[in-house]
Structures are given as structure tokens and as C-alpha cells.
């Protein structure tokens, strides 16, 4: 997981894709006890916004650069063709979870579970024995993935708070097109890095549900402001783009791919948000709707960036805005959205993996356990941030990793295990096998393209990535 300006209560119901995994014990801290039946349950509009909130991350500003790897033609096309594969996976998911808990007459399975669940009903007897290791996998995928997302959250700070204070001395009220500014760097993009990381570790001892709530509430209001400002902006004079590539090279792609399956987050958490819902039949009409909301803001914001800004699109579409104190607004209130949304975020792993680590001593030492536990997950985003300074690939190389195993791999594999017994059809085992191989190719490739981008030389005078430093 996304994920930005998601309410702690959505982000913490996404922990039902594996919190067990580490310990039967650690259910006591999750979500997985929540029934359908809680409370009134959320309305069609209620879960709307959910569904919206959970896509919508640092992946979005991303998206043209995303675009310029693919080609301004492919770009599009490509993001749609994967927006529609993911939406159809999700659909598999729930259908497969559906059937599971009919099965074993249960209230609700998660993602883990349902994993779990095939596996124990498939023919092959080795895999029978061993289907706990797919509620493991999947719980190990959400921690690698969400940690990755905190790691690029930490990027995305730094790269923006070093661009506003290094430039706050030629930042005017005159709102001109950003130009190449040559400006020797003040302090090291890593110093930034490390000034965020007492804060956030600050923050994510916070576990007071109304408390987040209110941080919820503040990142959705900056959001909203800021990709407000953005729009403004590059609607106004794109350029002709006859000088744009309309298809890029295969090596370049392979990052758009990464970047594409990063951004399209939400797959976790179809299943707790269908389980949440006051008629739960309603669930696909809200999925298809607000999908198509999110593939649609997409593609737009991705293609107008990339002809806004054409061979200068960064890796993130803030580092692109004029230097002037409205757009370092834009910035900032981004910015902050993003420090409250790491909170949010850092739950999935942290409700995983601290109920384990809890288990293990005595409850003298549970808080001291917790607590240490939580700064040293900090500890390690941030020090995989300093490791990794380049945006653009991090996201790449979590989306290549985790996002396309969890969203295009798994799924259709587990719709083949579940229902193979019950007569599938040649053509629904042949769809969900292309769209696995698919998956597995652009996991293997893009992460192997990732991999070996990060492994050349870094000037670290530029590591930051914005592009206007020498």
C-alpha cells in the first residue's frame, strides 16, 4: 500500500491481507475481526471515496515521467491496458474470496486467507502441505511493498523540501516557467533525509485512532490543494507535441511498467471495503465506477504533464513547478499530506510484524518492544531512502517487485486453484496464464532494469534527482 489521504480506519482495515501471518496470536491488534455487520457500515459514496483515496499516492506524480518512458502514444495506451488488468485481477480476487468464505461458511476471508484456503483444496499434495506459506508470502509482499512505499515517501520529502529551501532565495511572486537553475547544493539531499526522520518516528508512536483521524482529515485538505494548484498549471499552454517520441525504447518501458503497476495500489484493500459495506452487492458497481475515476486521472495527468514539460519532466511532477511562492505552496502542502500519509501507511507492516516481536518476551517489555520495533522500521525506510536516492527508480523497483506480484500475479493464479476442481473453461485457465506471464515478465524484467539503473555511478551533487543542481 497507498494510499495518500487514506483515513487511518481504511488503512488500518487494509492490515486483513496478512496480519496473521507472523503469529496466531496477533490478531488482537487487527483488523481481521471486523464483520459486515459493524456499526452501520459504509454507504456507496462513503466507500467511493475509500476506493479513490487508497489509488491515489507519490505514484501519481510520477505518472509523466512514466509516460516520457514509454512514448506519448504507447504511454496512454499502456497505462490503460494496465489499469484494465488490474481492475479485472481485483475482480478475480473478490470473486475468489466470495466463493471461499461460501465454502468454508465464513463471515469474510482476506487476501492472505484466501490464499491460505486454495491452496488446502488443491489437487497437488505438496502444496496442500504447505498452504500456510501462502498467507505468508502474501504478508511478506504487503511489508516489502508498504515499506517500500514509506522509503519513496522519505524521497519525495527530501526532494522537495530541498528544493524549496535552496531555492527560497530566487523564489519570486512572478510565476514563469521553472528554467534550469544552476545552483550549488547547501546542504547534502541526505541531511534532509535524516532532519525528517525524528518526526516520523515521532509520528508513527502515535496509535490513538482519533488523533490520526484529525492527520487524516489534514493530508486529504493538503492533497486536494495542491494537485488543485497542479492542474492550474499544466492546462495552461502545452506546448505542440510534434517533437515528443510517440514510443520509447524497450529499456526505458520496462521502468514505465514499474511506475504503472506502483501506482495502481489499491488492490489490498478491495476485500476489507467490500466487507465494510452496508449492501456489499453494491461493491462492483463502486469498483468499476471509482476505478475508472482513478485510470482516467491517470492517464491525464501522466500525458498533459509529459507534453507540459516534454524532455524536462523530473521524477516527480512538483520539481517541475515554477519557482514562485504559490507552486513552492503546491509543494509544501503535498508535502505534508505525504509526512501525515507515511503514518497511515507505516501501519500495514507495523500491525504484521510488532504482534510477533510482542510475542516473543515478557509484558514488562511489550511497549519497550513496540515502540523499538517502530523506529527501527523508520530507521530502515529511511536508511533505504539514503541508500537509493534516485525517486524515479525506487518506485519502479517496489512496483516491478511486490506491486505486480500482489496485483497481476497472484490473482489469477489463485482463480485457477479455486475453481479448477469446478470445471473451468480452457479459455478462463488460458487468460488468467497469459496474464500471470505477463506479470512474472514485467516483475523479472522491470526489475531487472531497475536493479540496473541504480547500480551505475550516482553523482551524488545530483542525487536528488530535480534536475537543477550542478
Known sequence: MSLLGR??????????????????????????????????????????????????????L?????????????????????????????????????????????????????????????????????????????????????????????????????????????TSNNCQPRKNLVLTPILDIRFYMLAILPFLVLLVFIQNLKVLSIFSTLANITTLGSMALIFEYIIQGIPYPSNLPLMANWKTFLLFFGTAIFTFEGVGMVLPLKNQMKDPQQFSFVLYLG????????????????????????????????????????KLMYSVGIFFTYALQFHVPAEIIIPFAISQVSENWAL????????????????????????????????????????????PLLEIITFYSEDMSCVTIAKDIMISILGLLGCIFGTYQALYDLTQPINHSVANSTGVYA
Open 7 to 60: 483515513d487511518y480506519s481504511s488503512g488500518l482495515n487494509s492490515l486483513n491481507d496478512g496480519s496473521k501471518s507472523l503469529s496466531e496470536n496477533s490478531s488482537s491488534t487487527t483488523s481481521e475481526n471486523v464483520h459486515p455487520a459493524e456499526e452501520a457500515g459504509l454507504s456507496l459514496l462513503q466507500t467511493l471515496i475509500h476506493l479513490l483515496k487508497c489509488n491515489i499516492g507519490t505514484g501519481l
Open 62 to 170: 510520477g505518472l509523466p515521467l512514466a509516460i516520457k518512458n514509454a512514448g506519448l502514444l504507447v504511454g496512454p495506451i499502456s497505462m490503460l491496458a494496465i489499469g484494465i488488468l488490474t481492475v479485472h485481477c481485483m475482480v478475480i480476487l473478490l470473486n475468489c474470496a466470495h466463493h471461499l468464505s461460501q465454502r468454508l461458511q465464513k463471515t469474510f476471508v482476506n487476501y492472505g486467507e484466501a490464499t491460505m484456503y486454495s491452496l488446502e483444496s488443491c489437487p497437488n499434495t505438496w502444496l496442500r502441505t504447505h498452504s500456510v506459506w501462502g498467507r505468508y508470502t502474501v504478508s511478506f509482499l504487503l511489508i516489502i511493498t508498504q515499506l517500500g512505499f514509506c522509503s519513496v515517501y522519505f524521497m519525495f520529502m527530501a526532494d522537495n523540501l530541498q528544493q524549496m529551501v535552496e531555492e527560497a532565495h530566487v
Open 291 to 330: 476505478m475508472s475515476l482513478v485510470i482516467s486521472l491517470y492517464i491525464c495527468l501522466g500525458t498533459l504533464g509529459y507534453m507540459k514539460f516534454g524532455s524536462d519532466t523530473q521524477a516527480s511532477i512538483t520539481l517541475n513547478l515554477p519557482n514562485c511562492w504559490l507552486y513552492q505552496s503546491a
Open 368 to 411: 519497550f518492544v513496540d515502540l523499538s520495533v517502530r523506529t527501527a522500521l523508520v530507521c530502515l525506510t529511511c536508511v533505504s531512502a539514503i541508500l537509493i536516492p534516485h525517486l524515479d527508480l525506487v518506485i519502479s523497483l517496489v512496483g516491478s517487485v511486490s506491486s505486480s506480484v500482489l496485483a497481476l500475479i497472484i490473482p
